[in-house]
């Protein structure tokens, strides 16, 4: 029975926006995330990076994009085209304000789309990144398995998630978390490992901050 009060992804919750907030003022966000979760921001903003490493003409997915916070790693000038999905109508609008703001909007193009049936061709991306996302879908292996099929071979998945094993202080958070309906079955770091080793992916690395792992991999 879901929690009342919380609001899904489709009700554009004033929390997400919160959330938001969090992660465009480095500092008091940073604080918030390392007081809250224990995890270091700074990680994100990195791994975000890889988006703006990109050469001209690559393709890349974010999903899910929610308010386009990974945005922050797209260059005006990149000439990329950047696929922002969610499955929330509402969050891709959010996505596309932030891209306007950024100055980004030219190269960023919104799909609904559900991770668990993305509806791009194998192979169609040079990158793929998917921030804490993982742990609020459905299927996280039938999630993984989909971002690693829409990679070329090559290249990069990178992403971060509240897992199973981030800690055992987070566990109530991650009930309350499930209890609102917004957080899914999630997965631990060693089964992540093992999908992403079974789709082929190369050059692995797990790392933890607090109850997010980031991980990122290259698909063989
Ligand atoms: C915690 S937000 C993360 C979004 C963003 N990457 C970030 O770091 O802020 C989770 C997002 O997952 C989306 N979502 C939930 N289930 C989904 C699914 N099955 N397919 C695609 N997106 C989904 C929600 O709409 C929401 O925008």
């Known amino acids: 029975m879901p929690l009342p009060g919380f609001g899904g992804w489709h009700d554009d919750p004033l929390w997400a926006s919160f959330y938001d907030w969090s992660v465009e003022h480095a500092r008091v966000g940073g604080a918030l995330w390392r ?3 224990g995890s270091d921001l ?3 903003y990195e ?3 890889e988006i703006g490493r990109q050469p001209p003409a690559s393709r890349v997915l974010d999903v899910p994009c929610g308010g386009g916070v990974a945005l922050r790693g797209l260059r005006p000038d990149q000439h990329l085209t950047y696929v922002a999905a ?3 109508r509402e969050m891709l609008e959010r996505t596309m304000d932030a891209a306007r703001e950024r100055g980004v909007d030219g190269q960023v193009e919104v799909r609904v789309a559900d991770v668990g049936a993305l509806p791009f061709p194998d192979g169609d991306f040079d990158l793929v990144v998917s921030f804490t996302g993982l742990h609020c879908f459905p299927d996280p292996q ?3 398995t989909e971002m690693v099929r829409v990679l070329r071979p090559g290249g990069v ?3 971060s998630a509240v897992l199973n094993d981030t800690g055992i202080r987070f566990e109530p958070m991650r009930r309350v978390g499930r209890a609102a309906n917004l957080l899914g079955p999630s997965c631990t770091g060693p089964e992540l490992r093992s999908w ?3 789709l082929g992916v190369t050059d692995l690395t797990l790392r933890n901050s607090g109850a997010i792992c980031y991980f990122r991999g290259v698909r063989g």
């Open 142 to 144: 039938l999630a993984v």
């Open 86 to 88: 969610d499955i929330a």
């Open 47 to 49: 791994a975000a990076e």
């Open 42 to 44: 700074g990680l994100l």
């Open 35 to 37: 007081l809250g979760i």
């Open 157 to 159: 998945l990178t992403g």
């Open 196 to 198: 992403l080793e079974g």
